[in-house]
């Protein structure tokens, strides 16, 4: 008996059988890691400057990135600030959370909120 392993040339032009492709297709469909958003909610207990410094900070937004977010939130009483796997969502949200009060603000108690949402294709991306 030869040790020799089989390896069949395979010709890309020939299709696969049907079950194979079906079977390909859904492990292709399964790997897809899916995809959230981190969002930070509006409230008064913290300045333009708090929420600037600490997008800055919490994820290397530039000045101009973190200021267009610190509108957003204020207007829209939400923005979504990150997007990625569910695992980097939690940790930057939980930076977010833990980030502390505005000290600005004699008012201010904590940090701000955040959340994650699944990302879809009907939710915009930042």
């Known amino acids: 008996m030869n040790n020799k392993q089989y390896s069949p040339d395979i010709d890309e032009n ?5 079950k194979i492709q079906e079977i390909l297709e859904e492990k292709e ?13 509006d409230d008064s207990n913290h ?18 990135t973190a200021f267009q977010m610190a509108c ?6 939400k923005v979504i600030v990150y997007t990625s796997n569910r695992e980097h969502c939690e940790y ?7 980030y502390g009060p505005d000290w600005r603000l004699d ?19 930042q």
């Open 29 to 41: 469909v399964q790997t897809d890691i899916p995809k959230f958003h981190v969002v930070l909610f």
């Open 72 to 77: 957003e939130v204020d207007i829209l009483g």
């Open 107 to 125: 008012h201010s108690k904590s940090s701000m909120r955040a959340t994650l949402i699944p990302a879809t294709t009907d939710t915009p991306t």
């Open 47 to 64: 300045t333009y400057d708090y929420v600037i410094e600490m997008l800055m900070d919490i994820f290397g937004y530039n000045s101009s």
């Open 14 to 18: 020939v299709p696969l059988p049907p």
């Open 92 to 98: 930057k949200r939980d930076q977010i959370v833990n």
